[in-house]
């Protein structure tokens, strides 16, 4: 599957994924992007997994285990930066 995704189309996709249960509180995409979202308890535990799986599901790839352990996957931000390395964008 040849990706056609640009950063912009994957921050909005990750924030929307991120938003599914709750709005991200910060008004500003810039904002939402940097927030922090597992250290403010946006998301749980149990929630985490989900977010892990949807985001394999959405963009088609295998999250390792130090993506999801790294600093940059507390932010929106840092998603769409860890996405985008397997994407090659």
Known sequence: MENTLNK???AE???AILERED??????LEDKL?????????????SIMNLIV???????IKLSSEDTQSDQFRTAKGLVS???GYLSI
């Open 54 to 60: 949807e985001l394999e599901d959405t963009f088609d």
């Open 8 to 10: 912009d189309e994957i």
């Open 34 to 46: 940097d927030y922090r979202y597992l250290d403010t308890g946006h998301i749980d535990s149990f």
């Open 23 to 28: 709005p991200l509180p910060e008004a500003s």
């Open 82 to 84: 860890i996405i985008s």
């Open 13 to 15: 996709k990750v924030i």
